[in-house]
Every structure is written in structure tokens, then in C-alpha cells.
């Protein structure tokens, strides 16, 4: 009888967590997901989360209810496996970006939130002319707009490479 309780007594201590032999405390560095050998960390999921629930909310104009949260937490899951998938594939395929694709494109091909900003229109039309302007302005270093045109073409151009070279499979 004694053994018989103290088994018992034992799993549920154990399966309670009273023990403390159950899961490790998730951290920052806690691996949620290993895509093809690199991981993805809690932090960098709950941080892209977090983005895209304030871009949600603030576009909606209203606070989000849970079953909205876990479709954008598994979004923002989806996402950053494809991401990984997408580097390795451009990694596979020798697909680089230079500095000077970088500025070409920034310069040619401004990104679609820039085209529809208000200060940058005359007439209700996009103005190429105030854009660079902005572009060459010391205003667009100190906001950082410059980094994030960056980071926007360095994901965006290899993409479109890579939809050239299997478009152009296809043909």
C-alpha cells in the first residue's frame, strides 16, 4: 500500500510540474522550429508576431480578438520558415545582391508604400522628382528610411530573381 501511494503520489507531482522535471522555461534563445538545420528562435517568432498584430490593429482601427492573434502568430510562424526556405534556395542558386542593385532599384522602382505617400504626390500622382529629393535628403538618413529600403530590397530583389530564373525554366 505504501509503494502503491508512493508512485501514485510521484506521477502526479511529476506531471503537475511540482517537481520541477517537466519542460525547460522557454527564453529567448528557446528553439521553436528547425527548418533544414537553422533554428527559429522564440524571440524572433514573437517579434514578427508582435509587427504584424500592431500593423493589424492599427489598419483595422480596433484591438484584435484571440482567434485573430493565433492566425497572425501562425502567419508570422509561416512566414519565417519560408523566409529560411527562400535564403537557402537563393543560397543553392548562387542568387547575390550588390549594393549598386540596391541603389538602382531604390532609385528606379521606389517600393509601393513610397508611391502612395501623400508628400511624395503632385496632383494626386507619384512624384519621382520629390523621391529623390527625400532619397538625397540628410531627413531620410537620421529616420532610417534609408535601412529600411535596404532591408526592403534586399529580400525583394533576390525574390525577383529567382522568380526569373524559373520563369524563365518554364518558357
Not at 7 to 28: H, K, M, R
Not at 36 to 61: D, K
Request: net charge negative; aromatic share 8%.
Amino acid at each position: 500500500l505504501v509503494f502503491f501511494f508512493f508512485v501514485i503520489g510521484f506521477l502526479l507531482a511529476d506531471t503537475s510540474g511540482l517537481l520541477g522535471l517537466g519542460p525547460a522555461p522557454i527564453t529567448n534563445s528557446t528553439a521553436v522550429a528547425k527548418v533544414n538545420g537553422r533554428e527559429i528562435n522564440w524571440l524572433s517568432w514573437q517579434n514578427l508576431a508582435n509587427q504584424l498584430q500592431q500593423n493589424e490593429e492599427r489598419s483595422g482601427g480596433r484591438g484584435l480578438n484571440l482567434d485573430e492573434r493565433q492566425r497572425i502568430e501562425n502567419q508570422a510562424f509561416e512566414q519565417l520558415v519560408s523566409n529560411i526556405l527562400l535564403e537557402q534556395e537563393y543560397e543553392r542558386r548562387g542568387i547575390r545582391v550588390s549594393d549598386a542593385e540596391i541603389r538602382q532599384a531604390a532609385e528606379q522602382s521606389p517600393p509601393p508604400e513610397m508611391m502612395q505617400n501623400p508628400e511624395l504626390q503632385t496632383d494626386g500622382r507619384f512624384d519621382p522628382a520629390k523621391y529623390r529629393r527625400l532619397l538625397g535628403s540628410a531627413a531620410a538618413r537620421q529616420q532610417g528610411l534609408l535601412l529600411s529600403l535596404e532591408s526592403y530590397y534586399r529580400t525583394e530583389i533576390p525574390r525577383a530573381k529567382l522568380f526569373d530564373q524559373l520563369a524563365g525554366d518554364v518558357f
